[in-house]
């Protein structure tokens, strides 16, 4: 590789409980190619935003200074405070600032650096980067040759399934499946039961901002970040209903790739309880709601039981493995599709559709290898957002 004469530095840091367990992430970018060369991710311990944030920044510094020390250097960060002070604008009070501050300083001295304010969802890849730390506890330092101090996927198969307790003889060909939960609207933020064949709302301001940041987690798989190692996504699947459709257009428009629709991975029917609270269900429908809590078998007032649900999401699901093999696709769904999927992954009981927690634009990567063997990657990720 050439040595960079530009470098961008994108730099976050977080704590959980400020102060509480921190991590620190840094990404250097060639600023003329636009292709990621280093990521940093480094737990702190106990330790405040501010400190994670600083430390993010001297890590990225360091990176970028060690690439090349002639670089010339753009540092983007979603801290105002940090920009500001190493810009020389605002003061620097804190003694724990005044000290990091110091140490950055040092760093940077002699080098063409400037400082650049951007809003959280563009620092998406260093924020990703700093929950992994916080998540794992540990550091991790990633060249664009692939190099780590430490994989979290050093058992990772890229073919077969990972595990050597899995069964042999697979031989269909594996495709790697990215579920996203659409974004919110305004019966997700009401929390009113929101199903097919119900309002059919559209995603709220809050629901398009959710969008935007999966899609540059999205972007990221197979070429940064935690799942650098993956296949690239070559194709986006969404359900027919509104939400869906609006959360996979944005994804369309980060990715360049067209949306096709599978209805069978639509939401699952709710009937005459759709739009209502749960309160309001248990108020108006008891008995119904009663026999229906835990049952594979009873539907809502006009809705679907989940036996008739888990054999058209299951059927919508191998259509899309079938017709995406040897690829990874990002498919846009619900809570009930996703939780239905992820439970024929791990071949789980019913309680599978209550169990886990599915948020808004949450991700989750299941890989199938046809009927054959399934693996789950992750379930319910959301340090993108």
């Not at 509480?20 to 003329?32: E, H, L, Q, T, Y």
């Not at 077969?160 to 659409?182: I, K, M, N, Q």
């Not at 594979?296 to 007032?301: E, G, Y």
Request: one cysteine or more.
């Amino acid at each position: 590789m050439n040595t960079p004469a530009n470098l961008i530095i994108e730099a976050d840091g977080g704590s959980r409980g400020n102060p509480g367990p921190a991590g620190s992430g840094a990404v250097v970018i060639n600023a003329d190619s636009g292709e990621v060369i280093l990521e940093i991710a480094k737990f702190i311990g106990i330790a405040t935003n501010n400190v994670a944030e600083y430390l993010a920044l001297k890590a990225g510094l360091e990176g970028a200074i060690e690439i090349n020390p002639a670089a010339r250097i753009l540092v983007r960060m979603d801290s105002k405070l940090v920009i500001e002070q190493m810009s020389g604008t605002w003061k620097i009070k804190h003694p724990d600032m005044i000290q990091l501050a110091s140490e950055v300083q040092k760093i940077a001295k002699g080098h063409e650096i400037k400082w650049m304010w951007i809003p959280r969802e563009q620092n998406s890849r260093a924020d990703a980067l700093a929950n992994k730390a916080m998540d794992e506890s540990a550091d991790s330092v990633v060249s664009s040759e692939g190099q780590a101090l430490r994989s979290p996927v050093a058992e990772f198969n890229q073919l077969a399934p990972s595990s050597v307790r899995a069964p042999g003889g697979v031989t269909e060909p594996l495709t790697t499946v990215v579920l996203v939960r659409h974004g919110r609207t305004h019966l997700t933020e009401s929390k009113r039961i929101s199903g097919r064949g119900g309002e059919d709302p559209k995603l709220s301001d809050l629901g398009r901002l959710d969008a935007r940041l999966v899609a540059d987690a999205l972007k990221q798989i197979g070429n940064s970040g935690p799942w650098s190692y993956l296949n690239p996504i070559s194709a986006i699947v969404a359900s027919p209903i509104q939400r869906t459709l609006d959360t996979a257009n944005i994804i369309s428009n980060e990715l360049g790739l067209g949306v096709s629709v599978n209805e069978n991975i639509a939401e699952i029917s709710f009937g005459d309880w759709d739009g209502h609270t749960n309160d309001e269900v248990k108020a108006k429908w008891p008995q119904e709601f009663a026999a229906w809590q835990g049952s594979w078998d009873v539907a809502p007032p006009h809705g679907e039981s989940l036996a008739e649900f888990d054999a058209r999401v299951l059927k919508g699901l191998y259509e899309i493995v079938e017709e995406h093999q040897g690829k990874s696709v990002a498919v846009v769904s619900h809570v009930m599709p996703i939780r239905g999927m992820t439970r024929k992954a791990f071949e789980g009981g019913i309680s599978a559709y209550w169990a886990p927690q599915i948020s808004p634009c949450s991700i989750t990567i299941l890989r199938f290898w046809g009927k054959q063997a399934a693996e789950v990657l992750t379930v319910n990720s959301t340090s993108h957002l």
